[in-house]
């Protein structure tokens, strides 16, 4: 078949077609059919043809470029032209360089050049610059021609603006990786730079910082000036931060009004406390938006990298639990993270839950301490002191749940349930005759709570029979009192409208003592036990007492002291004018029902009782304080004496100027209270103890202690010439 149709190619035939010449060739067609076809037909299909080429070259929206083998451009179409915004005129002898946008790097050329080279095309994305400077990103697509030589003769691209398609894709770039609001990187993109810069860091060995901020104040801001004031804040704190912070650090939004800061390229914690503070800083400038001024703060907690893990997560975790600790330490702050600290707050959650579940088993309980007057006997009342019955741990003192819970809603809570239940108490116990009168402990907090005063109302109404002077609060005077006006109402309420009493507690121990007394309603003042316990070692703390009774006389109240261990204590007490006490030497606190029973036992202390018919005259008073602060001395010195040298004890007060005997000395002295030869006497006899005393102390310190307790009985004797005087003194004037 081919050979015919080769074979009919050499002839051209002539005809003569209505009187007109007319070239052409045979043409075989299917079957046997043969037809002529002219060659002017042949030409018209080949013009035709060229022209739709050339059409489809301009019409069509893709560009075209062609260049010569030396890269300069020969001819584009009119699509070029509409992408570039070059004529062809302006374009042709130039070179495509003319549209770099320099975003590609040297490499992303060789690359081309190199697929044109070896297989004589390159397709990929390149972003140009138009010829009004517009970066457009394009898909390329470049094929080599070759001459006969195998010689690239020409390169002709084909390109399509893709640009739209870019935004595109780039916006779902944005929302998969940035904060729709602030524009902040997100949370996936920070945890993806974390890795990247914590290889870095492993190579070039510094540290990171991962820290957590969280503003302040903003909630309050948001409420009360709706979302767009608070969108606006949100944005230009987010601004800011980004402008405090280095490019390679990270500043990440993380939510509401949480962010994440990757610090890099860090030497140590005190290296990134500058930027911390800078960014407090710049946080805490007012923003202003529809012109009011808007004033926020932010903490931070920080945590660092390789020290605490290296598990983004966790590093984050850290830092929101040093951020908690920043805000409880003040807010507008930084804190970095402690390890220990961070247990400290673990375990105190999960013992505050364990003590909400604790009040709803059931598991708090009520002890009460007596508290008697010393000189009649009487026991005239009870403190209600809580307890945690534990059922693993046993039963738990206040100091292990009250502080956790101080400042919680828990801590009103569970100060309701004590008001309840000793209330309750009281009423069982006026059913069997009893009638102490309770003293219930109250936090501040609960006290200033503002459904403290209706509570209380409603519990005493539940008992009709309880006199209301029966219970009395007590308001821990050492602790921040907070707001005294506040404080003062409120207890002014329930000593008119309820008819209860309230005693200043650890009275002393607090800084501002004198103001408390003076503002607050309380009748009672309660010595601190701190003092009570070296009273009769310590001249400042029988200062500080002495000095309390005074204040309590000339404010009209009346006072007890707490802890009260030893009749010794006691006797001083009532010497210097303090009647009613409470202690361990009279009864440690007890579960309610043992209270009766030891109240039936209860036998008054004979000594406390024998000074109830005296009336102690200035040199009475003195030269017992004497006597009891001597014989103190003496017995807790030969203690000292007798324990091991590694015994815990401690000796009294070897300072013969220091000594609280040598001070009862002075104030004798002082107000004239002895005749002179008395008092040289007195002076001397108290130098002469204090000489043997020093004596054995030596020994006992040259590990000489069978010397050392020897000489005990020389002490014992010089103690009894001292005490014998001092007795004589009494009655001699
Ligand atoms: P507080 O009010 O000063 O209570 C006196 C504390 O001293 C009690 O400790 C008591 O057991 C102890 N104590 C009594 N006599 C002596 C003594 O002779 N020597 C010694 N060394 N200690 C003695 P407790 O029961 O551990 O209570 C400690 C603190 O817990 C109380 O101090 C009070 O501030 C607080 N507290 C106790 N119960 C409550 C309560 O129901 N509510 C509130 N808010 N606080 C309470
Ligand atoms: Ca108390
Ligand atoms: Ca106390």
Same mark, same amino acid.
């Given at each position: 078949m081919k050979d015919v149709k080769r074979w009919l190619d050499n002839f051209v035939i002539k005809l003569s077609i209505n009187s007109k010449p007319v070239a052409g060739r045979l043409r075989k067609n299917s079957g046997n059919v043969i037809s002529f076809l002219t060659f002017s037909s042949q030409y018209k299909a080949t013009r035709e043809l060229i022209e739709l080429r050339a059409r489809v070259y301009d019409d069509v929206p893709e560009g075209r470029i062609i260049t010569d083998a030396n890269t300069i451009i020969i001819d584009v179409n009119p699509a070029f032209s509409k992408i570039t915004g070059y004529s062809r005129e302006e374009i042709i002898?130039?070179?495509?360089?003319?549209?770099?946008?320099?975003?590609?790097?040297k490499t992303f050329y060789a690359l081309m050049w190199r697929s044109l080279q070896e297989q004589g095309h390159w397709q990929g994305e390149v972003w140009n610059r138009k010829k009004n400077g517009d970066i457009y990103a394009e898909r390329l697509n470049i094929v080599a021609f070759y001459d006969q030589h195998h010689s690239v003769s020409h390169y002709v691209g084909l390109l399509s603006d893709i640009t739209s398609n870019k935004r595109q894709q780039e916006q779902l770039d944005m929302l998969a990786h940035y904060d729709?609001?602030?524009q902040l990187p997100n949370r996936a993109l920070i945890v993806d730079r974390f890795k990247q810069a914590m290889a870095q860091a492993k190579r070039s060995q510094t540290q990171l910082a991962v820290c957590f901020l969280d503003l302040d104040n903003f909630k309050p801001i948001n409420d009360s000036y709706g979302h767009h004031v608070g969108d606006s804040i949100l944005i230009e704190i987010s601004r800011r931060m980004t402008h405090n912070i280095r490019e390679s650090d990270t500043v990440s939004r993380q939510g509401g009004d949480e962010f994440a800061l990757l610090l890099t390229d860090?030497?140590?914690?005190a290296h990134c406390e500058q930027s911390l503070r800078r960014i407090l800083d710049a946080i805490s400038q007012p923003v202003v938006i529809d012109d009011i001024s808007h004033t926020i703060s932010a903490s931070i907690g920080v945590t660092m990298y390789p020290a605490d893990s290296d598990d983004f997560d966790t590093l984050l975790r850290h830092a929101d639990h040093a951020m908690y600790e920043a805000k409880q330490s003040g807010r507008n702050r930084y804190q970095l993270y402690n390890v220990e600290q961070d247990q400290l707050i673990v375990f105190k959650h999960h013992r505050l839950l364990e003590i909400e579940q604790a009040l709803l088993n059931g598991e708090f309980q009520l002890y009460y301490q007596p508290k008697v007057n010393?000189?009649?006997?009487?026991? =005239?009342g009870v403190e209600a002191l809580l307890r945690w019955n534990h059922p693993e741990q046993g039963i738990l003192l206040p100091v292990d749940f009250l502080p956790i819970i101080a400042g919680t809603a828990l801590e009103k809570k569970l100060g309701d349930w004590v008001i309840e239940y000793a209330v309750k108490q009281l009423n069982e116990w006026q059913e069997i005759e009893l009638r102490p009168e309770v003293s219930i402990n109250i936090s501040s907090n609960h006290l200033l709570s503002s459904s403290f005063f209706d509570n209380l109302k409603w519990v005493l109404n539940e008992h009709p029979?309880?006199?209301?002077?029966a219970i009395q609060l007590e308001i821990?005077?050492?602790?921040?009192?907070?707001d005294l006006k506040a404080i003062h109402d409120v207890l002014e309420r329930c000593i008119s409208e309820l008819g209860i009493s309230a005693a200043l507690d650890d =009275?002393?121990?607090?800084?501002s003592s004198l103001t408390h007394l003076r503002a607050l309603p309380a009748n009672i003042i309660k010595i601190d036990q701190s003092f009570v316990r070296d009273l009769l070692d310590d001249p400042h703390d029988y200062s500080i007492i002495d000095g309390v009774i005074g204040l309590a006389e000339a404010f009209r109240r009346e006072v007890i002291a707490e802890g009260v261990e030893t009749t010794e204590q006691g006797l001083m007490l009532i010497v210097m004018g303090c009647l009613q006490a409470q202690g361990y030497v009279i009864a440690k606190p007890m579960p309610a029902d043992e209270f009766p029973r030891w109240l039936q036992n209860y036998r008054p202390n004979q000594e406390w009782l024998e000074c109830a018919d005296r009336q102690f005259s200035p040199k009475e008073k003195q030269l017992k304080l004497l006597k009891l602060a001597t014989s103190h001395w003496h017995n807790k010195f030969v203690e000292y004496i007798k324990?091991?040298?590694?015994?815990a004890l401690a000796p009294p007060i070897m300072d013969i100027r220091k000594c609280h005997c040598g001070t009862c000395i002075t104030w004798l002295k002082q107000e004239k209270l002895l005749k002179k030869g008395s008092m040289v006497f007195l002076k001397q006899l108290h130098e002469t103890f204090h000489q043997i005393a020093d004596s054995i102390f030596h020994h006992y310190q040259q590990n000489d202690l069978q010397t050392a307790r020897a000489e005990l009985h020389e002490l014992q004797q010089a103690f009894f010439i001292m005490h014998s005087t001092v007795e004589q003194y009494k009655t001699v004037t």
């Open positions: 002898g130039k070179t495509p360089k003319i549209l770099s946008s320099g975003l590609q790097s729709v609001l602030t860090i030497d140590s914690f010393m000189l009649t006997g009487d026991v =005239f029979l309880i006199k209301p002077n821990l005077e050492s602790s921040a009192l907070g =009275f002393g121990t607090g800084y324990s091991p040298q590694d015994s």
